[in-house]
């Protein structure tokens, strides 16, 4: 049984930092590429930043280019997402996801074959 499990969410204020973690059991790590998205309040669920199965490759959405940082450790089946200068607008629940060797570039909700049940973040102005 495949399970994805967020951990990190929390309040914080604008311009602070959190960072996420996903711990995966019940499949081959190292054969799925991982994605982090986030679902605000009355919007649709939106792509936030992926890795590659190898985590040589990443791709974030623009809103969160240089403030987000995905990574990921084979060894712990886990992977991160640092979160820094938040603003009120990254308020969402985030959830992790894989893809069966997917490729970070371009990944879609609709695409992944796993999902986590999401972690909230909270950022306060």
């Known amino acids: 049984q495949v399970q994805l499990v967020e951990s990190g969410g929390g309040l914080v204020q604008a311009g602070g930092s959190l960072r996420l973690s996903c711990t995966a059991s019940?499949?081959?790590?190292?054969?799925?590429?991982m994605g982090w998205f986030r679902q605000a309040p009355g919007k649709e669920r939106e792509f936030v930043a992926a890795i590659s199965t190898m985590g040589v490759t990443t791709y974030y959405t623009d809103s969160v280019k240089g403030r987000f940082t995905i990574a990921r450790d084979k060894a712990k089946n886990t992977v991160y997402l640092q979160m820094n200068s938040l603003e009120p607008e990254d308020t969402a629940v985030y959830y992790c996801a894989a893809k069966y060797f997917g490729r970070p570039e371009g990944m879609r909700a609709g695409d992944m074959d796993y999902w986590g049940k999401g972690t909230l973040v909270t950022v306060s102005s």
């Open positions: 019940g499949l081959t790590f190292s054969s799925y590429a």
